[in-house]
């Protein structure tokens, strides 16, 4: 689908900004000219995932769509059960609502804002044990999503029996950089569940993109099949949530995939609650059919190449400009590091977000901030949580810009970069929600 793009003058941006309280998601998208303000439901559909839509059966229950979707998640995953839902957060919520008490701990590798919201909605507390390497943005280690064996084990050990109802293993590792996970850490996470008789779960947006860099990185895997490299990923957990925005290049879409039937069975009745019949659950039967065929679309050697060649792309041209990002290149996304490249923001008043303000500022570019607004308060002591690092993300959308819009992208940023020293002051709160935030946060100036 080719889009229009619309530009605007600095003065015109400055107005909508302020109208919109400096909060980046509560622009109007003709008020944005390239829009990386995520990579969720933002590709472009392929030729063949538009006549699948043409294609798609509505039948209530049973429908054949339902079954292209089953027969498409059980050969690339080899999951046996799955529970369409409409998107990412509501195959969390399925789950979750059959797995998830009070007082249990969830570990995992930097745990999604959805994902940490309906933990902690449950009173439930999700446990970071994301690797030290992570949060030192010059480090080029090959696997910087993987989770730290130690600090889980410990935590395995030292918490009461029954109140680590599943480890989450979130593929690429979103809020460290998309960063990928290595499948020797898949392996040992899988055999530390066992070995303390809890599940493992994947939270499996970007899984293709995590598989990709298993090829490209790890010893043994060098020149693999990448469909091989996934079953073998999936082969490891016990479930998958998925939001299908990512990987299987949907608009909207999700599913939870499960290997043991009483859960599935359990998890069909919060499915039937909140999204729909266990066989359509929140989607038609042409958005079932197009995520099908996206599953195949996004797991092809071809198109990750190209895909996660283009964020290399824009991450060495700013690199060369000696900006400061997230090293190496994550798989969806740059991530740049708004606390060395604007030092002089102190921390309360949100470095990145003052970043992502004054990238749009400068060239009508969208970005988010990963940082303080994102990570919410405490739930107990109502303190802001400083994360280790304050980051804007560049989530570059699927098949949707070319390599000149990343230049100009990275332009933009060098501009900014060349002029960093006289930005100095951030924001303050204006109107917060108690949970996420940063959706609907409004701010002012300081
Ligand atoms: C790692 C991860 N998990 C879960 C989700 C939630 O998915 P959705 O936006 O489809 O609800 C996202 C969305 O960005 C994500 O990046």
Not at 24 to 49: C, E, K, N, P, Y
Not at 169 to 189: D, F, H, K, W, Y
Not at 365 to 371: A, K, P, T, W
């Amino acid at each position: 689908m080719v889009e229009t793009l619309t530009r605007s003058t600095r003065s015109e941006r400055e107005e909508w900004i302020n109208q919109a309280g400096f909060n980046l998601f509560s622009l109007r998208s003709d008020q944005v000219f390239i829009d990386l303000l995520t990579d969720s439901g933002t590709g472009a559909m392929s030729d063949r995932q538009w006549s699948e839509m043409m294609l798609g059966d509505e039948s209530y229950a049973g429908a054949s769509s339902y079954y292209k979707m089953k027969s498409a998640i059980q050969e690339i995953t080899g999951f046996e059960y799955f529970l369409p839902t409409h998107q990412g957060r509501a195959a969390e919520n399925v789950l979750f609502s059959a797995l998830v008490s009070e007082g249990d701990i969830i570990p995992g590798n930097s745990h999604f804002d959805t994902t940490k919201g309906h933990i902690e909605f449950r009173k439930a507390s999700a446990i970071d044990c994301t690797v030290d390497e992570a949060f030192d943005t010059n480090s080029v280690a090959p696997f910087k999503g993987n989770v730290d064996l130690n600090k889980l084990e410990d935590l395995l050990k030292s918490t009461p029996p029954g109140k680590i109802p599943f480890i989450l293993l979130t593929l690429t590792n979103n809020n460290a950089g998309g960063q990928p996970v290595s499948m020797e850490n898949i392996r040992s996470t899988s055999m530390l569940a066992k070995k303390h008789n809890t599940l493992l779960i994947i939270d499996s947006a970007r899984f293709a993109e995590n598989a990709w860099f298993i090829r490209e990185r790890e010893q043994g895997y060098e020149k693999g099949d990448i469909r091989k490299i996934i079953r073998e990923i999936f082969s490891y957990a016990d479930g998958m949530t998925m939001s299908s925005k990512k990987d299987a290049i949907v608009n909207m879409g999700g599913f939870v995939a499960l290997r043991d039937e009483k859960l599935f069975r359990e998890a069909s009745v919060y499915n039937i609650m909140f999204e729909g019949f266990i066989t359509y659950g929140g989607l038609s039967g042409r958005d079932m059919n197009a995520l099908a065929q996206g599953l195949y679309e996004g797991t092809s050697s071809d198109y990750l190449n190209a895909r996660i060649g283009q964020v290399a792309f824009l991450g060495d041209k700013l690199s060369g400009y000696g900006i400061p990002i997230q090293q190496p290149a994550g798989g969806h996304a740059i991530f740049v590091d708004a606390l060395q490249f604007l030092p002089h923001v102190p921390r309360e008043e949100f470095p990145a977000q003052k970043l992502a303000v004054e990238l749009y500022l400068e060239g009508g570019i969208r970005s988010v901030e990963i940082g303080t607004l994102l990570a919410d308060r405490d739930p107990v002591t109502r303190e802001n949580r400083y994360p280790a690092l304050e980051f804007v993300r560049l989530a570059i959308p699927r098949r949707v810009y070319t390599n000149n819009h990343m230049e100009y992208v990275a332009v933009a940023l060098k501009n900014l970069f060349d002029r960093r020293e006289t930005i100095k002051r951030g924001f303050a709160i204006r109107y917060e929600a108690p949970i996420m935030r940063h959706f609907t946060i409004e701010l002012e100036a300081l």
